[in-house]
């Protein structure tokens, strides 16, 4: 997305009363829910006595965000408010580490993790990982690509550690 596009988008957004903290409430609240459903999931495996599932879904996430993180660090994209005269509706000062988007990557993962022992919730996480990538871009701290990347990133990482490996 271009940078007037974008201001267009964020202006249109500013002109609604609470349209910036919608945009920041939303996606501080789909990061919590998120948080909450994993630890939640592996209390609830923990409380059932289903330790090696438990182990599963501590050992892949963990994984896959490692790798996730050290690749972030190694290719350094910057974001958008770095290469744009833009005013990101997220407030961030963060430079570079913008690919892939590690929330979206998270709650993606998350998700998958979730699916396996409740189907409709990890459904809703998904879904909420759809609208949280939409947020971060409209929010300014991140491309298109980069929430694409965690998406895909994140599903590809749930199906291959939970349906392939384990």
């Not at 957004?13 to 609470?18: L, R």
């Not at 974001?79 to 988007?101: A, H, T």
């Not at 990890?122 to 759809?130: D, H, I, K, P, Y």
């Amino acid at each position: 997305m271009k940078a007037d596009k974008y201001n267009a988008i964020a202006e249109k957004i500013k002109s609604y009363p609470y349209g910036v903290a919608l945009v920041n409430g939303m996606s501080k609240a789909i990061v919590w829910i998120t948080m909450g459903s994993y630890v939640a999931l592996l209390a609830w495996l923990l409380f059932t006595k289903q330790y090696v599932q438990a182990y599963h879904c501590t050992l892949v996430p963990s994984v896959a965000f490692f790798v996730v993180s050290v690749f972030r660090h190694i290719y350094n994209a910057k974001r958008p408010y770095e290469e744009m005269e833009i005013q990101p509706l997220i407030e961030k000062d963060k430079k570079g580490q913008s690919f892939p988007s590690r929330h979206v990557f998270s709650s993606f993962m998350i998700g998958m993790a979730v699916l396996q022992e409740f189907p409709l919730w990890g459904m809703v996480l998904l879904v909420l990982g759809v609208i949280l990538a939409v947020l971060r871009v409209l929010g300014g701290v991140h491309y298109t690509r980069d929430v694409i990347a965690g998406a895909a990133i994140g599903l590809l990482s749930g199906i291959l550690g939970f349906y392939v490996i384990f």
